[in-house]
């Protein structure tokens, strides 16, 4: 488990000297092959999101997230898994989400059998997989996301906006 003393949080500096700038996924990759300091390093950025999981559509706050970004953090899942490798390879094949544990209390009343069942996000569907446990909060200070995605799933949740080619910046990274 990771200290939370122990994490890290990484920004890029420009050759103008400007620096905390966002990455780009194959920026990610490349880092986190070459790290041999880090016990991990992940990769995350946040969006509103829409979400139908019943008869009203409501606003809310996501991250997509590298497949190891709540085993970097070292945390388990209140309830159900977080993401599983194979999730994190393929752009747009693992619909998957993670709840957050106060989303998962108010808007889904705490019920126990929501891990394996389907919500909307952005109109396209995704199946639960976990439960965020009681006070994870992720890595923005300020706000506390209500899911966590896969980043491969990213241009489905926002079509246009990919963060996934070397020149497209928009992620941030840490590690511990």
Request: proline share 7%; no cysteine; aromatic share 10%.
């Amino acid at each position: 488990m990771v200290q939370p003393n122990r994490l890290v949080d990484l920004h890029a500096t420009e050759s103008n000297g400007s620096s905390f700038h966002s990455f780009s996924y194959p920026d990610y990759q490349y880092y986190r092959n070459q790290n041999r300091v880090l016990a991990g390093l992940a990769a995350y950025t946040a969006m509103p999101l829409s979400m139908n999981a019943g008869a009203q559509p409501e606003r809310i706050f996501g991250m997509t997230v590298s497949g190891n970004y709540f085993d970097v953090l070292g945390t388990r899942p209140a309830q159900g898994r977080f993401f599983l490798p194979e999730e994190d390879q393929t752009p747009g094949t693992h619909p998957v989400v993670v709840i957050g544990y106060r989303q998962w209390q108010q808007r889904f009343t705490a019920d126990p059998s929501l891990v394996g069942k389907t919500i909307s996000l952005n109109g396209h569907p995704f199946t639960v997989v976990g439960i965020a446990p009681e006070g994870f909060k992720g890595t923005w200070a300020g706000l506390q996301p209500d899911v966590w995605v896969p980043l491969m799933m990213q241009n489905q949740l926002r079509a246009g906006s990919d963060v996934m080619n070397r020149g497209a910046r928009g992620l941030e990274m840490m590690g511990g």
